[in-house]
Protein backbone atom coordinates (compact mmCIF):
# COMPACT_ATOMS: atom_id res chain seq x y z
CA UNK A 1 0.00 0.00 0.00
CA UNK A 2 1.33 3.73 -0.80
CA UNK A 3 0.33 7.08 -0.77
CA UNK A 4 -0.48 7.60 -3.82
CA UNK A 5 -2.97 4.65 -3.68
CA UNK A 6 -4.58 6.46 -0.78
CA UNK A 7 -5.20 9.84 -2.76
CA UNK A 8 -5.76 7.65 -5.76
CA UNK A 9 -9.13 6.12 -3.88
CA UNK A 10 -10.07 9.62 -2.45
CA UNK A 11 -10.10 11.31 -5.26
CA UNK A 12 -12.22 8.55 -6.91
CA UNK A 13 -14.56 9.15 -4.28
CA UNK A 14 -14.39 12.49 -4.33
CA UNK A 15 -15.35 12.67 -8.08
CA UNK A 16 -17.50 9.68 -8.30
CA UNK A 17 -15.81 9.11 -11.68
CA UNK A 18 -12.23 7.51 -12.88
CA UNK A 19 -12.54 9.78 -15.88
CA UNK A 20 -12.81 13.06 -13.97
CA UNK A 21 -10.17 11.66 -10.69
CA UNK A 22 -7.84 10.93 -13.30
CA UNK A 23 -8.14 14.27 -14.60
CA UNK A 24 -7.31 15.94 -11.52
CA UNK A 25 -4.56 14.01 -10.78
CA UNK A 26 -3.25 14.31 -13.90
CA UNK A 27 -2.77 10.38 -14.82
CA UNK A 28 -4.17 7.80 -17.34
CA UNK A 29 -7.49 6.45 -16.50
CA UNK A 30 -5.99 2.89 -17.39
CA UNK A 31 -3.33 3.91 -14.34
CA UNK A 32 -5.53 5.05 -12.03
CA UNK A 33 -7.87 1.98 -12.05
CA UNK A 34 -5.05 -0.12 -12.06
CA UNK A 35 -3.33 0.99 -8.38
CA UNK A 36 -7.02 1.04 -7.26
CA UNK A 37 -7.44 -3.17 -8.43
CA UNK A 38 -4.28 -3.63 -7.37
CA UNK A 39 -4.57 -2.14 -3.77
CA UNK A 40 -7.94 -3.89 -3.88
CA UNK A 41 -6.30 -7.33 -4.49
CA UNK A 42 -3.20 -6.40 -1.63
CA UNK A 43 -5.85 -5.62 0.99
CA UNK A 44 -8.50 -8.16 0.41
CA UNK A 45 -11.33 -6.05 -0.35
CA UNK A 46 -13.52 -4.26 -3.10
CA UNK A 47 -13.40 -0.67 -2.24
CA UNK A 48 -15.73 0.41 -5.59
CA UNK A 49 -18.93 -0.96 -7.41
CA UNK A 50 -18.18 -0.19 -11.00
CA UNK A 51 -21.58 0.40 -13.02
CA UNK A 52 -22.18 2.48 -16.08
CA UNK A 53 -22.98 5.15 -14.04
CA UNK A 54 -19.78 5.64 -12.61
CA UNK A 55 -18.54 4.61 -9.42
CA UNK A 56 -19.49 4.38 -5.64
CA UNK A 57 -17.57 3.28 -2.49
CA UNK A 58 -18.94 -0.23 -1.01
CA UNK A 59 -19.13 -0.53 2.89
CA UNK A 60 -15.76 -1.56 2.93
CA UNK A 61 -14.52 0.94 0.92
CA UNK A 62 -16.41 3.61 3.33
CA UNK A 63 -14.15 2.69 6.07
CA UNK A 64 -11.25 2.65 4.20
CA UNK A 65 -12.40 6.09 3.31
CA UNK A 66 -12.64 7.25 6.91
CA UNK A 67 -9.85 5.24 8.10
CA UNK A 68 -7.53 6.62 5.92
CA UNK A 69 -8.93 10.44 6.19
CA UNK A 70 -6.40 11.46 8.98
CA UNK A 71 -3.21 9.64 6.60
CA UNK A 72 -4.28 12.02 3.89
CA UNK A 73 -4.66 15.31 6.03
CA UNK A 74 -1.28 14.96 7.57
CA UNK A 75 -0.12 14.08 4.12
CA UNK A 76 -1.62 17.45 2.57
CA UNK A 77 -0.56 19.54 5.65
CA UNK A 78 3.21 18.01 5.53
CA UNK A 79 3.29 18.94 1.44
CA UNK A 80 1.95 22.18 2.11
CA UNK A 81 4.18 23.08 5.00
CA UNK A 82 7.54 22.33 3.58
CA UNK A 83 6.69 23.52 -0.13
CA UNK A 84 5.89 27.00 1.95
CA UNK A 85 9.16 26.87 3.33
CA UNK A 86 11.38 26.09 0.54
CA UNK A 87 12.17 29.22 -1.42
CA UNK A 88 13.25 28.06 -4.78
CA UNK A 89 9.62 26.29 -5.38
CA UNK A 90 6.87 28.64 -6.74
CA UNK A 91 3.93 29.06 -3.40
CA UNK A 92 0.11 28.43 -4.95
CA UNK A 93 -2.71 30.40 -3.31
CA UNK A 94 -6.21 30.66 -4.66
CA UNK A 95 -9.15 31.97 -3.08
CA UNK A 96 -12.80 32.41 -4.33
CA UNK A 97 -15.52 34.39 -2.88
CA UNK A 98 -18.09 36.62 -3.72
CA UNK A 99 -17.81 40.25 -4.93
CA UNK A 100 -16.26 41.63 -1.85
CA UNK A 101 -14.36 45.06 -1.02
CA UNK A 102 -12.67 43.30 1.73
CA UNK A 103 -11.52 40.50 0.21
CA UNK A 104 -9.72 42.36 -2.10
CA UNK A 105 -8.01 44.65 0.49
CA UNK A 106 -7.03 41.00 2.38
CA UNK A 107 -6.07 39.43 -1.04
CA UNK A 108 -3.62 42.94 -1.43
CA UNK A 109 -1.79 42.66 1.92
CA UNK A 110 -1.33 39.17 1.37
CA UNK A 111 0.54 39.55 -2.21
CA UNK A 112 2.51 42.48 0.47
CA UNK A 113 3.34 40.12 2.71
CA UNK A 114 4.72 37.49 0.14
CA UNK A 115 7.15 40.31 -1.60
CA UNK A 116 10.33 38.15 -1.17
CA UNK A 117 9.17 35.08 -2.41
CA UNK A 118 8.24 33.29 -6.27
CA UNK A 119 4.49 32.56 -5.97
CA UNK A 120 1.03 31.81 -8.33
CA UNK A 121 -2.00 33.72 -6.34
CA UNK A 122 -5.26 33.84 -7.65
CA UNK A 123 -8.41 35.39 -6.55
CA UNK A 124 -11.72 34.63 -8.23
CA UNK A 125 -14.38 36.54 -7.52
CA UNK A 126 -17.40 34.38 -8.57
CA UNK A 127 -20.86 33.66 -7.20
CA UNK A 128 -21.97 31.67 -4.09
CA UNK A 129 -22.28 28.25 -5.78
CA UNK A 130 -18.69 28.79 -7.63
CA UNK A 131 -16.91 29.51 -4.79
CA UNK A 132 -18.62 26.51 -2.88
CA UNK A 133 -17.40 24.27 -5.64
CA UNK A 134 -13.92 25.46 -5.92
CA UNK A 135 -13.35 24.66 -2.57
CA UNK A 136 -14.82 21.43 -2.96
CA UNK A 137 -12.62 20.45 -6.30
CA UNK A 138 -10.03 22.20 -4.18
CA UNK A 139 -9.23 24.36 -6.93
CA UNK A 140 -9.46 27.29 -3.95
CA UNK A 141 -7.87 26.74 -0.56
CA UNK A 142 -11.15 28.42 1.02
CA UNK A 143 -14.31 30.27 -0.73
CA UNK A 144 -15.92 33.83 0.92
CA UNK A 145 -19.29 33.95 1.37
CA UNK A 146 -22.06 35.26 3.70
CA UNK A 147 -25.18 33.25 5.42
CA UNK A 148 -28.60 35.26 6.78
CA UNK A 149 -31.46 33.51 8.55
CA UNK A 150 -33.47 32.99 4.87
CA UNK A 151 -30.55 31.31 2.68
CA UNK A 152 -28.72 29.64 5.91
CA UNK A 153 -30.67 26.23 5.81
CA UNK A 154 -29.93 26.25 2.01
CA UNK A 155 -26.36 26.92 2.51
CA UNK A 156 -26.13 24.15 4.85
CA UNK A 157 -27.35 21.45 3.16
CA UNK A 158 -25.25 21.94 0.42
CA UNK A 159 -21.84 22.48 2.67
CA UNK A 160 -23.18 19.11 4.44
CA UNK A 161 -23.68 17.35 1.60
CA UNK A 162 -19.76 18.54 -0.31
CA UNK A 163 -18.10 18.14 3.09
CA UNK A 164 -17.51 21.48 3.90
CA UNK A 165 -17.50 23.68 7.06
CA UNK A 166 -18.86 27.98 7.18
CA UNK A 167 -16.12 29.37 9.81
CA UNK A 168 -18.04 33.02 10.50
CA UNK A 169 -15.93 36.10 10.84
CA UNK A 170 -18.28 39.00 11.56
CA UNK A 171 -21.38 40.35 11.19
CA UNK A 172 -22.77 43.39 9.44
CA UNK A 173 -26.44 45.09 9.22
CA UNK A 174 -27.47 45.52 5.40
CA UNK A 175 -26.20 49.14 3.84
CA UNK A 176 -28.01 50.34 0.78
CA UNK A 177 -24.31 51.61 -1.80
CA UNK A 178 -25.16 55.12 -4.24
CA UNK A 179 -23.85 57.70 -5.69
CA UNK A 180 -22.61 60.82 -3.67
CA UNK A 181 -24.99 62.58 -5.94
CA UNK A 182 -28.06 60.78 -5.44
CA UNK A 183 -30.94 62.08 -4.30
CA UNK A 184 -30.80 59.82 -1.32
CA UNK A 185 -27.22 60.48 -0.85
CA UNK A 186 -27.11 62.13 2.43
CA UNK A 187 -29.81 60.12 4.21
CA UNK A 188 -28.75 59.02 7.89
CA UNK A 189 -30.73 56.05 7.55
CA UNK A 190 -32.66 54.36 4.46
CA UNK A 191 -36.36 52.94 4.49
CA UNK A 192 -37.30 49.98 2.28
CA UNK A 193 -39.64 52.19 0.69
CA UNK A 194 -37.58 55.36 -0.09
CA UNK A 195 -36.01 53.33 -2.90
CA UNK A 196 -39.06 52.10 -4.85
CA UNK A 197 -38.41 54.70 -7.68
CA UNK A 198 -35.03 54.10 -8.35
CA UNK A 199 -33.39 51.20 -10.31
CA UNK A 200 -32.14 48.02 -8.27
CA UNK A 201 -28.31 46.49 -9.27
CA UNK A 202 -27.67 43.04 -8.02
CA UNK A 203 -25.41 40.69 -9.50
CA UNK A 204 -26.68 37.59 -11.48
CA UNK A 205 -27.13 34.81 -9.41
CA UNK A 206 -27.09 30.89 -10.17
CA UNK A 207 -29.64 28.83 -9.19
CA UNK A 208 -32.25 29.70 -6.20
CA UNK A 209 -32.74 33.20 -5.49
CA UNK A 210 -31.77 31.65 -1.54
CA UNK A 211 -27.61 31.74 -3.55
CA UNK A 212 -28.00 35.48 -4.63
CA UNK A 213 -24.95 37.61 -3.55
CA UNK A 214 -27.24 40.71 -2.73
CA UNK A 215 -29.89 41.23 -0.23
CA UNK A 216 -33.33 41.50 -2.26
CA UNK A 217 -35.55 43.27 -0.43
CA UNK A 218 -37.42 45.06 -3.14
CA UNK A 219 -37.76 42.03 -6.00
CA UNK A 220 -40.63 43.72 -7.00
CA UNK A 221 -38.88 46.68 -8.27
CA UNK A 222 -39.71 47.88 -12.02
CA UNK A 223 -36.27 48.54 -12.69
CA UNK A 224 -33.83 45.77 -12.23
CA UNK A 225 -29.95 45.72 -13.43
CA UNK A 226 -27.92 42.68 -13.38
CA UNK A 227 -24.24 42.76 -13.65
CA UNK A 228 -21.65 39.83 -13.62
CA UNK A 229 -18.57 41.97 -11.90
CA UNK A 230 -17.45 44.18 -9.32
CA UNK A 231 -15.99 46.87 -11.69
CA UNK A 232 -19.50 47.25 -13.65
CA UNK A 233 -21.37 46.76 -10.60
CA UNK A 234 -19.25 50.09 -9.16
CA UNK A 235 -19.18 51.83 -12.51
CA UNK A 236 -23.34 51.81 -12.81
CA UNK A 237 -23.58 52.73 -9.16
CA UNK A 238 -21.23 55.63 -9.50
CA UNK A 239 -23.20 57.01 -12.37
CA UNK A 240 -26.59 56.49 -12.30
CA UNK A 241 -29.47 56.75 -9.57
CA UNK A 242 -29.35 52.94 -9.32
CA UNK A 243 -28.59 51.41 -5.83
CA UNK A 244 -27.16 47.79 -4.07
CA UNK A 245 -28.16 46.47 -1.01
CA UNK A 246 -24.99 44.66 0.42
CA UNK A 247 -22.13 44.44 3.60
CA UNK A 248 -21.63 48.62 3.55
CA UNK A 249 -17.80 48.28 3.13
CA UNK A 250 -16.23 51.43 1.86
CA UNK A 251 -12.29 50.83 1.09
CA UNK A 252 -10.06 53.51 0.12
CA UNK A 253 -8.61 52.59 -3.66
CA UNK A 254 -10.85 49.65 -3.83
CA UNK A 255 -14.49 51.29 -3.88
CA UNK A 256 -15.04 54.63 -5.63
CA UNK A 257 -15.23 57.91 -3.76
CA UNK A 258 -18.37 58.47 -5.91
CA UNK A 259 -19.89 55.76 -4.04
CA UNK A 260 -21.61 56.12 -0.58
CA UNK A 261 -22.82 53.15 1.78
CA UNK A 262 -25.82 54.08 4.06
CA UNK A 263 -28.07 51.88 6.69
CA UNK A 264 -30.61 50.68 5.90
CA UNK A 265 -33.38 51.34 8.26
CA UNK A 266 -35.99 48.43 10.20
CA UNK A 267 -35.43 44.76 10.93
CA UNK A 268 -33.45 43.37 7.99
CA UNK A 269 -31.30 40.22 8.41
CA UNK A 270 -28.22 40.38 9.17
CA UNK A 271 -25.22 39.26 7.31
CA UNK A 272 -23.02 36.85 8.41
CA UNK A 273 -19.97 37.18 6.85
CA UNK A 274 -17.32 34.16 6.69
CA UNK A 275 -15.29 31.03 4.92
CA UNK A 276 -15.54 27.94 3.83
CA UNK A 277 -13.12 25.24 3.91
CA UNK A 278 -13.06 21.71 3.29
CA UNK A 279 -13.44 19.65 6.91
CA UNK A 280 -11.44 16.64 6.64
CA UNK A 281 -8.22 18.84 5.39
CA UNK A 282 -5.98 20.92 8.13
CA UNK A 283 -6.47 24.68 7.73
CA UNK A 284 -2.77 25.58 5.78
CA UNK A 285 -0.37 28.20 6.97
CA UNK A 286 -1.28 30.14 4.18
CA UNK A 287 -4.95 30.07 4.56
CA UNK A 288 -4.82 30.72 8.17
CA UNK A 289 -2.23 33.72 7.07
CA UNK A 290 -5.03 35.16 4.78
CA UNK A 291 -8.05 34.44 6.66
CA UNK A 292 -6.06 36.82 9.48
CA UNK A 293 -5.66 39.34 7.30
CA UNK A 294 -9.12 39.30 6.11
CA UNK A 295 -10.37 39.51 9.72
CA UNK A 296 -8.78 42.42 10.66
CA UNK A 297 -9.90 44.19 7.17
CA UNK A 298 -13.55 43.56 8.37
CA UNK A 299 -13.07 44.94 11.71
CA UNK A 300 -11.06 48.08 10.52
CA UNK A 301 -14.15 48.47 7.87
CA UNK A 302 -16.67 47.76 9.09
CA UNK A 303 -19.76 50.00 8.30
CA UNK A 304 -21.35 49.75 11.66
CA UNK A 305 -18.35 51.36 13.76
CA UNK A 306 -19.51 54.63 11.99
Known sequence: MTFQQIQYIAAVA???SMNKAAQHLFVSQPTLSQAIKDLETEIGVTIFERSRQGVSLT???I????LSKNIISELDHLQEHYVSKNSASVTHFQVSGQHYAFVVDAFIKFIKSHDDKSYVFNLKETFTLGAIDDVYNRKSSLGVIFMTENNKNIINQILKKKELEFYPC???KPHVFLSSSHPLAKRKTIEEKDLK???MVTYEYHGEEALAEDLVFNDESEQKIFVHDRGT???VIANTNAYNIGTGYLIYKIIPDEIVSIPLEG????MCLGWVHLKEKKVSFLTKQFVDIMVKSLRDY???RK
Open 233 to 235: MMN
Open 267 to 270: NHEE
Open 170 to 172: HTV
Open 302 to 304: SPD
Open 197 to 199: DYP
Open 14 to 16: HYQ
Open 63 to 66: EFLR
Open 59 to 61: EDG
